[in-house]
Every structure is written in C-alpha cells, then in structure tokens.
C-alpha cells in the first residue's frame, strides 16, 4: 500500500479528529482546501477512508492502520 507523506498526515489529522472539517483539514495539514478535497476523494475511492452520516454533520472513518501503511 503505497501512501504519500500527504496521506498519512490527512489520515492521521482524521483520526484525531473524525469530525473535522476539510477547511479545518486544509489549515491543520498545510495545503489547500481543493487538495484536500482531491485528495479525500483518492482515498475515499482507495477504500482507507470513508464519510459517514452525509457531509455536514458526518464523520471521517479511517478504514486502515496507519502504522502499517508505510
């Protein structure tokens, strides 16, 4: 499982906070809204995130362990 330094720091940040925002997501990993919203949708379409509840009061589920996705 291949995973960028970008990655980890999102799915990291998501399991921190399930219930973060991706503007606060984008402030808290240092890149813009629009990459992250790119980017959650890899993920997402990679199965090692997923929204749950629908977009505004949802949830992040982080589908993998980190620690063995490097």
Known sequence: MELSLEDLSI???LKE???ITQKDLAVKVGKSERSIKRKT???QGKGFIKRE??????KWIVLIDNSKAN
């Not at 509840?53 to 949802?58: E, F, M």
């Open 41 to 43: 949708v890899l993920l």
């Open 53 to 58: 509840s629908g977009k505004r009061n949802g």
């Open 11 to 13: 799915i990291k940040a």
């Open 17 to 19: 906070n399930p219930q």
